[in-house]
């Protein structure tokens, strides 16, 4: 009687734990979909270039047109910002070498590349000496650059402005930008158009 009630302890056991498995089986999900590329995406902070050439003398404008194959515009977090509240801090956006800013973790567009029409809008801008005053403030928390390329894929400018006092700092340096700053009414024509390119300006 012993032995016949011991089996059918275990013959119970073994059902109660063979139902068991099966309902932590069916408990685990499928497997995952195969991950999408970053092309499909549409990651904002792929890999670029970082070849250099700048121009080694001064011009009279910063670059011309047909020297621009391409434009990639950035927006960032800079020293001030993330000294003040590290809990911002995102991505860090490798821009050239040597040069890491913070991209925000809410900024979706934290890298953009301008269509032909936006390089021609924001070279007049950058290249008209007219548009230039002498810079007055010195703050200087630039969130906003441009990285030009040619046709090699090698950055031949950089172009970087502060919204809050107007000053800018380019690679290379030309004519109006040893007077270091924007006017007042041309940096807040940049400011729109960096809007309109959904970058966050400040």
């Known amino acids: 009687m012993n032995y016949f009630l011991k089996f059918c302890i275990t013959a119970a056991m073994v059902a109660f734990w063979s139902c068991a498995g099966k309902q932590?089986?069916?408990?685990?999900p499928?497997?995952?979909a195969p991950l999408a590329s970053?092309?499909?995406i549409g990651e904002p902070l792929t890999a670029e270039s970082q070849r250099m050439h700048f121009r080694k003398t001064k011009d009279r404008i910063f670059l011309k047109r047909?020297?621009?194959?391409?434009?990639?515009g950035y927006s960032f977090l800079d020293n001030h910002d993330y000294e003040m509240d590290s809990s911002s801090k995102g991505?860090?956006?490798r821009i050239m070498p040597d040069y890491q800013p913070y991209s925000r973790k809410n900024d979706p567009h934290a890298k953009v590349i301008l269509s032909d029409k936006q390089i021609d809008t924001l070279l007049a801008m950058i290249n008209d000496a007219h548009n230039y005053k002498n810079a007055t403030a010195f703050c200087f928390f630039p969130r906003n650059c441009f990285c030009f390329y040619n046709r090699n894929n090698e950055i031949i400018g950089f172009y970087?402005?502060?919204?809050e006092c107007t000053r800018m700092e380019s690679l290379p340096a030309f004519g109006a930008s040893k007077r270091g700053g924007l006017s007042d009414a041309v940096a807040a024509r940049l400011?729109?158009?960096?809007k309109?390119?959904?970058m966050i300006v400040r």
């Open 24 to 28: 932590e089986k069916d408990k685990v």
């Open 30 to 32: 499928p497997p995952s």
């Open 38 to 40: 970053s092309s499909q």
């Open 66 to 72: 047909e020297d621009v194959a391409r434009v990639a």
């Open 91 to 93: 991505t860090v956006l």
């Open 160 to 163: 970087e402005i502060c919204f």
């Open 191 to 194: 400011e729109t158009f960096c």
């Open 196 to 198: 309109s390119l959904q």
